[in-house]
Structure formats: structure tokens, C-alpha cells
């Protein structure tokens, strides 16, 4: 069954990721260079995220390399059974799912 939000409800999710990855960076030391939201539900997610958090948005995750050393905030917009996910994290030893 879907589950629909409010755009009042977005915002809040917006602030309160933004929160977290604020916190996480300050107690944490987690260094972000860019978000990248995956293709379709993730990419509104991962628009809003750059702007809150003031990181450049990658288009493409390949390009990661050109925009920033640090890490990278991949985003999706649901999770169901976290294969989407995985499967494009399986061949980037470098990520971690949070």
C-alpha cells in the first residue's frame, strides 16, 4: 500500500535528514562533498538535500571523482526491500548504507 506525504511532511523529512547529516558530520566526522539521488524517486530528495546542505548535486555518481574526494549522500526516495540500493552500491566498496 502507498503511502502519501504532504508537501508540509517533505519538508519535515528534508530537515530532519538535514539535521542528521549535520549532526553526524559535527560529532561523527563524516566529510561530504556532493548528494546523488538515484535516478527518478530519488533525485527530488537529493535536490532538496543539496540545497539545505549547500553540496553540489551529482548528476551522474560517476562523476563523483571530478566534483569531490569526499564522501557522497546517495539517496532514493523509498525503502522497500533495499535491493535497489544495493545493487548500486554492490560494486562501490567505498559507500556504506546508513
Not at 530519488?42 to 566534483?67: C, Q
Amino acid at each position: 500500500m502507498k503511502t502519501y506525504i504532504s508537501w508540509k511532511e517533505y519538508d519535515d523529512y528534508i530537515n530532519k535528514i538535514t539535521d542528521w547529516v549535520d549532526q553526524l558530520q559535527k560529532y561523527q566526522g563524516l566529510e561530504l562533498g556532493a548528494v546523488y539521488g538515484l535516478p527518478r524517486g530519488g533525485l527530488p530528495i537529493a535536490v532538496s538535500l543539496s540545497h539545505k546542505l549547500n553540496l553540489p548535486l551529482l548528476m551522474d555518481y560517476y562523476d563523483r571523482k571530478i566534483v569531490t574526494d569526499k564522501q557522497i549522500l546517495v539517496v532514493d526516495d523509498i525503502a522497500d526491500t533495499g535491493n535497489t540500493l544495493k545493487e548500486s552500491t554492490s560494486k562501490r566498496k567505498e559507500l556504506s548504507i546508513l
